[in-house]
């Protein structure tokens, strides 16, 4: 595990856009697995510079992490409109090489298999993005999901719901109950993940996560196992790690 500490969001957006972009560079035809909410915002308008200044993203196959359940693709707060708002329509990955669960499909379990298969038909992720949610969950993988778990129909934690209720007009209530979410061994099974976090309110699951217990009760603590895994993180993310972690770097 790598541990990269920038003193503000912008210079860790910047960051993650040159390990995508070096990526994509490196293997113009790469797997990407995406993630949503506001983390990734600086990284995604970052790559959208860089291909407004030539990264050709033409061969790039992408996988979300996740989507609501029985929310329609063209929902304003559904994660297929932010891909499209915040990424897709500004860059040049052919539309049928982006995948996103289908929250709406009529048979859950079988879009559950079609998209663990699609994945798998691509050849695997290449370099997975993860955002952490306050209870340590990743994509949607809330605490006491088993670490072997693929994609799945997830019911949504309170704490998620409250979390994500500025995109359903400020009410928890109107926020799906459920969602699908590519698993954690999915997850687990990406080459290489960038973890991004920033601000105050992730510092003490960010510690947990990288110094604490691997355990499921803290679901991003099991990226401990993984042999190629960068966390960046802003100064006030950074704030509870203990100051002598061998993996630290500060940028
Ligand atoms: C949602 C997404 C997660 C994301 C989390 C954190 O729950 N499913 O993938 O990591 O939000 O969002 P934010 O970056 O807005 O704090």
């Given amino acids: ?19 995508f972009a070096a990526q994509i560079e490196a293997v113009p035809e790469s797997v990407l697995g995406l993630a949503t909410g506001s983390t990734p915002l600086g990284l995604y308008q970052e790559l959208a510079l860089q291909h407004r200044e030539g990264l050709n993203l033409s061969g790039v196959t992408t996988f979300n992490l996740d989507e609501y359940v029985g929310i329609d693709p ?13 990424l897709f329509q500004h860059v040049n990955i052919p539309a049928a090489q982006t995948d996103i669960p289908r929250g709406h ?17 691509a050849g695997g992720i ?15 993988n809330e605490p006491n999901t088993p670490f072997e778990t693929v994609t799945h129909v997830v019911t949504l934690a309170a704490k998620t719901r409250v979390a ?20 954690i061994k999915t997850i687990m099974q990406a080459k290489k993940i960038i973890l991004l976090a920033a601000g105050e309110d992730k ?36 704030g509870k790690l ?3 972690n061998p993996d630290l770097l500060r940028a």
């Fill in 203 to 238: 510092a003490e699951t960010v510690a947990a996560a990288v110094e604490g217990p691997v355990t499921t009760s803290l679901p991003a603590s099991v990226l401990q196992l993984h042999p190629q895994v960068w966390f960046l993180l802003d100064t006030d993310a950074a």
């Fill in 164 to 183: 994500n209720a500025r995109y359903f007009g400020a009410e928890p209530s109107q926020v799906p109950e459920k969602a699908i979410s590519a698993g």
């Fill in 242 to 244: 203990s100051s002598n």
């Fill in 74 to 86: 063209d929902h304003e707060a559904s994660f297929n409109q932010f891909m499209k708002t915040n």
């Fill in 1 to 19: 595990m790598q541990i990269l500490v920038f003193p503000e969001r912008k210079s860790l957006s910047l960051h993650a856009a040159k390990m």
């Fill in 105 to 121: 499909a009529g048979d859950l379990a079988a879009e559950c298999s079609r998209y663990e298969q699609a994945i798998r038909n």
């Fill in 126 to 140: 290449d370099l997975q993005l993860l955002g952490i949610g306050h209870n340590g969950h990743i994509g949607f």
